[in-house]
């Protein structure tokens, strides 16, 4: 068996990169061997980042250099009932947080709508985008490829599409600006988040878009897809699955369980959510949906960047004549239940919790059923912290568990 100590004694002397301790060594020992080295480098110890319960071989494909694992503590909210387009019936939510009070909050979110009945939920609308950049050589010519492109997105479905068996090219949009000529790809990519296979198939459409017409592609991704980053066009067209949640309380349940009124509520979402956010020039009209989404992916796995996207939401409160309503609809959640750290153990456990363990039947029905979840505990999250802020109880509330 390899010595982990040898191998950090060859990294120190120049002999081995970090990386290249792969070619030497099982994961477990590569991983070892590097956390030894960084020890001995920053005169630090390592002993729980090595404590960790996943396979070092089953994390090849998340991490590279690895040298251990980072421990967030997950609690759970729910049960909540749901009427979904995928999810019918209570489900429960593990979110992983290090902010003291965000899951009490949620639980007591959960708990009101649980007490009305349930919340509604629908995807609607599903599409994981890229959106590669060309030149050419004038706007003529980028009229002339735009125009090709809306002629031939058959030919270019089945470039598309012979790089996997499961994604399915639903959309190709051009968009010119001067000598640039940018495509916008959109795929249902089933069950898995689906931006691997994106690029992949957009590589291969690419290469016919060059061939068959003046434009020489730049780079694979320009930016309008948008990956990652705060974008309207994300809040307007959806990246990923848009979801929406709502529910109806009726007033009883609303002084009972939030200790204010509906109409405070829908002042508060008003004036802070829309008015404040409008002012402020905010994508995202919400109070704080990215607590939950965040929360939520640590713990199922799903790519963390990505809340920034997930952050694109708008919350709606109105007081009707029995009750309040309210509403969250998130343009662009993009997650899956196959496929990145969805196989990770803590993570695969997590999603078991939920009930969407990988491709569902049909395709596509887990991760459609994971974006309701998310989606309503969102919501939860939403109504008590602007029952909170309407009834000002915040503060005390982040004394009492934030800490």
């Not at 529910?247 to 829908?266: C, G, M, N, S």
């Not at 239940?337 to 039947?361: F, K, R, S, W, Y």
Request: glycine residues 10%; aromatic residues 4%.
């Amino acid at each position: 068996m390899t010595d982990p100590s040898d191998l950090a004694r060859r990294v120190r002397e120049g002999e081995l990169r970090l990386h290249e301790l792969d070619d030497h060594a099982d994961p477990e020992t590569a991983a070892t061997a590097r956390r030894l080295f960084v020890e001995g480098e920053t005169d630090t110890d390592l002993d729980t980042v090595g404590e960790y319960a996943f396979d070092a071989a089953t994390a090849e494909p998340n991490i590279e250099n690895m040298i251990g694992g980072t421990q967030v503590p997950v609690g759970v909210v729910g049960p909540v009932e749901i009427d979904g387009g995928a999810v019918d019936g209570e489900r429960y939510l593990p979110l992983a947080t290090t902010e003291g009070a965000l899951i009490a909050s949620v639980n007591r979110g959960c708990s009101a709508i649980r007490a009305a009945g349930g919340a509604t939920a629908r995807v609607l609308k599903n599409g994981m985008t890229r959106a590669p950049v060309f030149t050419v050589e004038d706007v003529g010519e980028a009229a002339t490829v735009a125009a090709w492109v809306r002629e031939n997105t058959d030919a270019l479905a089945a470039a598309a599409e012979s790089t996997t068996s499961h994604g399915e090219l639903t959309d190709v949009t051009p968009y010119v600006v001067g000598d640039s000529v940018f495509l916008r790809f959109t795929y249902d990519t089933k069950d898995a988040m689906g931006m691997n296979m994106a690029t992949i198939a957009t590589e291969e459409a690419c290469g016919v878009v060059e061939a068959e017409t003046p434009a020489s592609l730049v780079a694979l991704s320009g930016n309008l897809c948008t990956d990652k980053k705060p974008a309207a066009i994300n809040a307007v067209e959806g990246r990923g699955r848009t979801v929406a949640a709502d529910v109806f309380i009726p007033h009883d349940l609303v002084e009972e369980r939030f200790k204010t009124t509906a109409d405070a509520i829908a002042e508060a979402n008003t004036r802070k959510n829309l008015v404040g956010s409008a002012k402020a020039g905010s994508l995202g009209f919400n109070a704080h949906a990215a607590n939950t989404v965040a929360a939520a992916f640590l713990a199922l796995g799903q790519d963390i960047a990505q809340v920034v996207e997930g952050s694109n939401a708008i919350t709606t409160v109105e007081e009707r004549e029995d009750g309040l309503y309210a509403s969250l609809t998130i343009a662009s959640l993009e997650v899956g239940t196959v496929g990145g750290g969805t196989g990770l153990a803590t993570q695969a456990e997590a999603l078991e919790v939920v009930g969407v363990t990988g491709g569902g039947d049909p395709a596509g029905s887990n991760a459609d059923a994971l974006a309701e979840v998310i989606a309503t505990a969102a919501l939860a999250g939403e109504l008590s912290l602007l029952a909170a802020l309407a009834s000002r109880h915040l503060s005390s509330a982040h004394e009492e568990l934030g800490r």
